[in-house]
T-cell receptor, first 116, second 113 residues
């Protein structure tokens, strides 16, 4: 079974640009979550999608947005990039029943964004 | 409150040494607790979990016991190997029924041959 796939793995942008990151979950997983990992703040929850609906959102500005498609693939977008957005963005998928928390998050290898 | 607190790293040990990484949490009720591990250049992967008080999770020689009296979930291994060098994260769901997780800051472990 293929794991969680994130693209691109590495990217460099300049301040003010926007970026879109993609995540393909494990087949059959309907929940996709996004996390930002930085040395200073650790892992911070961005948002979670289930069946194309945003189910939870973290404390990030509106420049950070996401969506989920009918095949469960997800994208996140960051507009008007700032230097502080440089981070590893991790996507995780889960086998959710939609009512209960089955527990395990399956992470991709991440997309490392550098903002210059 | 809702938080997960881990001991600061880095932790440097010799091969075959005993490992303890402390983790405490605050929560209303008794959430499931998890340890994730991140090897260099990779995403996180589940190491072990415990879903209720007094449960012991174990995997690959690592163990952690869910202790509600001390709100702790310390990670232990009796004899570490160089291949255990990684960053370890303690985590819990923000609320039951969601995949919004709170992670500790991570503890980097370096094992020397």
């Amino acid at each position: 079974k293929a794991g969680v796939t994130q693209t691109p793995r590495y990217l460099i942008k300049t301040r003010g640009q926007q970026v879109t990151l993609s995540c393909s979950p494990i087949s059959g997983h309907r929940s996709v979550s996004w996390y930002q990992q930085t040395p200073g703040q650790g892992l911070q929850f961005l948002f979670e999608y289930f069946s194309e609906t945003q189910r939870n959102k973290g404390n990030f500005p509106g420049r950070f947005s996401g969506r989920q498609f009918s095949n469960s693939r997800s994208e996140m977008n960051v507009s008007t990039l700032e230097l502080g957005d440089s981070a590893l963005y991790l996507c995780a998928s889960s086998q959710s029943t939609g009512t209960g928390n089955t527990g395990e998050l399956f992470f991709g290898e991440g997309s490392r964004l550098t903002v210059l | 409150g809702n938080s997960v607190t881990q001991m600061e790293g880095p932790v440097t040990l010799s091969e075959e040494a005993f490992l303890t990484i402390n983790c405490t949490y605050t929560a209303t009720g008794y959430p499931s607790l998890f340890w994730y591990v991140q090897y260099p250049g990779e995403g996180l992967q589940l190491l072990l979990k415990a879903t209720k008080a007094d449960d012991k999770g174990s995997n690959k020689g690592f163990e952690a016991t869910y202790r509600k009296e001390t709100t702790s979930f310390h990670l232990e291994k009796g004899s570490v190997q160089v291949s255990d060098s990684a960053v370890y994260f303690c985590a819990r769901p923000y609320t039951s029924g969601t995949y919004k997780y709170i992670f500790g800051t991570g503890t980097r472990l370096k094992v020397l041959a």
